[in-house]
């Protein structure tokens, strides 16, 4: 990998765990339980997209 496909890599992991972390935190917070079920959901998809781009290192 070139160093430029490497920071946007690392950039990539980055937002993709910040999403997550935020979509963590925002579930804590919803009292009904059908939006907390879609936001999890959410968590979810963002720790995939995150184990995605971790393993092309």
Sequence with gaps: MTTKELLYVE????????????????ASQIQDPDL???VEQMVQKH?????KFY???
């Design 47 to 51: 720790q995939q997209i995150f184990q």
């Design 11 to 26: 950039d990539a992991l980055g937002h993709a765990k910040y999403f997550q972390t935020k979509c963590e935190e925002t």
């Design 36 to 38: 907390r079920a879609c």
């Design 55 to 57: 393993g092309l290192l």
